[in-house]
């Protein structure tokens, strides 16, 4: 079973900074089945990206994912106020990390 | 427009049983698979496992046999998750989700249900 460990687990950011979210797999994983979803309070995941790179329909050009092998990096290149939530990655359309809080600093 | 819509919150006492459904609408239901995922008061998210909308057939998580029952009814396009045999620890959010394909390759959960709080207490 492969594991996603997520870090950092909360990352403290003001708006208009960059935050950089890791994603890294226990064993190697295709980038076809990579996703990130974020979660706000009381709402269900949105996917924002799927195959490693690709951005969901809908999502800001701000988000961007990148990566191959074990290691995957969500990138929010300038932070807006609603980006401050829960933020998962997922693998082969199951196994998904622990998550990472990004908060408001 | 695509979306799922699940059933209300549910209280239950242990040992009972209970029903979630995940109606969907605006797309071909049995064109994608339908997958169920648990969120925990305060925890992250837990895949469940995930059923064929063509065959019925499901596929259970390691930790979800057993008590836990995937069924569809096709002719309303609702995919439903049961479980019995109640436990406080069974006290979760539980979202359906459809999975796409893109490319014939990559996937992903594209929508979500709003959730269903199931709580568990005596």
């Known amino acids: 079973e492969i594991v996603l460990t997520q870090s950092p687990g909360t990352l403290s950011l003001s708006p208009g900074e960059r935050a950089t979210l890791s994603c890294r797999a226990s064993?190697?994983?295709?980038?076809?089945?990579l996703a990130w979803y974020q979660q706000k309070p009381g709402q269900a995941p949105r996917l924002l990206i799927y195959?490693?790179?690709s951005r969901a329909t809908g999502i800001p050009d701000r988000f961007s994912g990148s990566g191959s092998g074990t290691d995957f990096t969500l990138t929010i290149s300038r932070l807006e106020p609603e980006d401050f939530a829960v933020y998962y990655c997922?693998?082969?359309?199951?196994?998904f990390g622990q998550g990472t809080k990004l908060e408001i600093k | 427009q695509v979306q799922l819509v699940q059933s209300g919150s549910e209280l239950k006492k242990p040992g009972a049983s209970v029903k979630v459904s995940c109606k969907a609408s605006?797309?071909?239901?049995?064109?994608?698979?339908m997958n169920w995922v648990r969120q925990a008061p305060g925890q992250g998210l837990e895949w469940m496992g995930w059923?064929?909308?063509?065959?019925?057939?499901?596929t259970y998580a390691q930790g979800f046999t057993g008590r836990f029952v995937f069924s569809l009814d096709t002719s309303v396009s609702t995919a439903y998750l049961q479980i019995s045999s109640l436990k406080a620890e069974d006290t979760a959010v539980y979202y359906c989700?459809?999975?796409?394909?893109?490319?014939?390759?990559?996937?992903?959960?594209?929508?979500w249900g709003q959730g269903t709080m199931v709580t568990v207490s005596s």
């Open positions: 064993q190697s994983v295709s980038s076809s089945y």
């Open positions: 989700a459809r999975e796409s394909y893109w490319n014939d390759a990559q996937n992903a959960f594209d929508i």
């Open positions: 997922q693998q082969g359309a199951n196994t």
């Open positions: 059923i064929n909308t063509n065959t019925g057939n499901p």
């Open positions: 195959g490693a790179s």
């Open positions: 605006g797309y071909t239901f049995t064109s994608y698979a």
